[in-house]
């Protein structure tokens, strides 16, 4: 699936944050799991360099949950107060039963949203689609060239994603695209809105690349200049000037050139619950780097116990685990220190602020990547793709790049 | 209505013989859990305090502004300067796009 797109711009901005719980357990400050993320499988046909998945994802490509564990989880999350549905993957459409996925939520009440590259829709399953009642299908983009699609995404996927929003606008869904900004396309900001528009886009998600799983290890090669981006959002402040709320467009900040860090997942286990491939619950997408945290599954004690009682979902809520600088911070309520997997992965320790802060005393790590983005060397090193044999790779422990971007304390 | 803000940008003068419906691809409901009726739409939800639920609820494809007002009016008559809220409201859901004029 591609970056950012469940939520974290558009829930933050709209969901009434939840009460703050300062570390109480859930059961007491009512927290609810608004935002239900079904990684349903981390297979995909697509290699995009940026993708977020974990880079030991082959792990989980073997144990993927039935339709039935699926549908139970779908039940039981509804039970506690989930309203939107992201289907996501890996690519979900490489599973045949999402038609029988998409009628139990309709069943159930959710807005469900499939978050797809468009590889493997066709005519005969959008319509299953539809008559199963799924409310919203988001295509991911890359570039209006398709020298640079094919590029980044390492496939010949270009020619399909435009038929393919074809398709999605025939049959009367919203056309919500995403896409992931980079190095490579940045400067074509313009081009790709204008693109989005003709293609009668109603919302246009901008996502620069956060730097998780695959895109943490091609990061010198994939961050734009601070200039470009300022020059992106420029470019995408006049465009919504142009074409008012006919196409709402989001920008999605890189928090790397900001002064403080984001309020990662609206708040450690307040509004997200992802369930992956697997059966993991995790509160954040790249929740298992964090070292020494045990994640419940769906398949031991239920979606009940991992929201409220798990040691791991209530590990990082409110502020109490928290050192300085955050913790006397009078801002720490805003972003809550910012992104555990970001301070660990980075720093070493999951419990630092996340270094994207200019308080964090480990700030001069972010300056050093943004240095090493504009270094030929590095930025000329080659991508590394997200392929299985890429991941077996990891899987197997190729220890240079383990210890390169895993900063082991 | 909560962590909303008018857009500043478009004036959305309402009439009171105009008629609304919900948006497209949006989704009007009551949510049990929340304890107040929501929009949905594509990964994203608004909650509405009671004052706003009522006045989108009405919100049919036929019911006139100025009708939906005066069911208002009737349902709480205790309610001052209800008039004001409810074309407000027609105002930040239409400015929203959360309605659309028909």
């Known amino acids: 699936m591609t970056q950012t797109s469940l939520g974290e711009s558009v829930v933050q ?18 927290t609810q799991p608004l935002w239900l993320l079904a990684e349903v499988t981390y297979r995909c046909p697509l290699h995009c360099a940026f993708c977020y998945n974990p880079t030991d994802y082959d792990k989980h490509t073997q144990n993927e949950l039935t339709t039935e564990q699926w549908i139970n989880a779908l039940r039981d999350a509804r039970k506690m107060g989930a309203i939107q549905l992201g289907i996501s993957g890996g690519e979900p459409l490489l599973r045949d039963d999402i038609e029988d996925i998409v009628i139990e939520a309709k069943k159930l009440g959710y807005y469900s949203n ?12 959008i319509q299953a ?14 570039d209006i060239t398709e020298e640079i699609n094919n590029f980044i995404t390492n496939t010949k996927t270009f020619e399909l994603k435009k038929k393919v929003a074809a398709m999605i606008k025939n049959h009367g869904y919203p056309m919500v695209l995403n896409v992931v900004i980079h190095r490579y396309n940045i400067g074509h900001i313009k081009e790709i809105l204008e693109m989005a528009e003709a293609l009668g886009a109603d919302y246009v998600e901008l996502a620069n ?10 990061r010198s090669q994939l961050m734009p200049l601070k200039e470009q981006i300022d020059e992106a959002e420029r470019i995408t402040n006049e465009f919504r000037q142009k074409v008012g709320n006919k196409m709402k467009i989001f920008f999605v900040v890189p928090d790397y050139f900001g002064d403080r860090p984001k309020k990662c997942m609206n708040g450690w286990g307040e509004v997200f619950m992802i369930v992956t491939a697997n059966g993991d619950v995790l509160p954040c997408h790249s929740a298992r780097v964090l070292p020494n945290m045990a994640f419940p599954n769906v398949r031991d004690n239920g979606l009940e116990y991992a929201w409220k009682e798990s040691p791991a979902f209530n590990k990082y809520r409110g ?36 270094p994207v802060c200019s308080l964090s005393p480990n700030h001069h790590l972010i300056e050093k990547a943004i240095e090493d983005s504009k270094n030929p060397v590095l930025a000329s090193k080659p991508i ?7 991941s077996k790779k990891y899987v197997a422990g190729d220890k240079e790049r383990v210890e390169e971007f895993h900063a082991l304390p | 209505m909560e962590n909303l803000q008018l857009s500043q940008t478009e004036e959305f003068k309402i009439e009171h013989s105009d008629v609304f419906a919900i948006a497209l691809h949006h989704r009007f409901q009551w949510e049990e859990a929340q304890q107040s009726y929501v929009i949905l739409f594509p990964e994203g939800m608004v909650k509405l305090h009671g004052g706003a639920g009522e006045v989108i609820k009405r919100v049919d494809g036929k019911s006139t502004v100025g009708d939906i007002v005066a069911d208002l009016k009737a349902a709480f008559p205790e309610a001052v300067n209800i008039e004001a809220d409810i074309i407000g409201m027609f105002e930040m859901a239409s400015g929203k796009a959360w309605i659309r004029k028909i």
């Open chain 1, 384 to 390: 590394i793709f997200r392929t299985d044999k890429n």
């Open chain 1, 114 to 125: 499939l978050i797809t590259s468009g590889v493997g829709l066709t005519e005969k399953r």
């Open chain 1, 319 to 354: 502020t109490d685990w928290m050192k300085g600088p955050c913790v006397t911070c009078p801002e720490k309520m805003n972003d809550l220190g910012g992104c555990r997997c970001q301070a660990f992965l980075l720093t070493g320790d999951a419990e630092s602020a996340d």
């Open chain 1, 129 to 142: 689609f539809k008559d199963g009642g799924l409310d919203h299908i988001q295509l991911s983009m890359h």
């Open chain 1, 209 to 218: 690349t956060q730097y998780y799983g695959w895109s943490l290890v091609n």
């Open chain 1, 13 to 30: 901005k709209e969901i009434h944050a939840q009460e703050k719980n300062n570390g109480v357990a859930a059961n007491i400050t009512h």
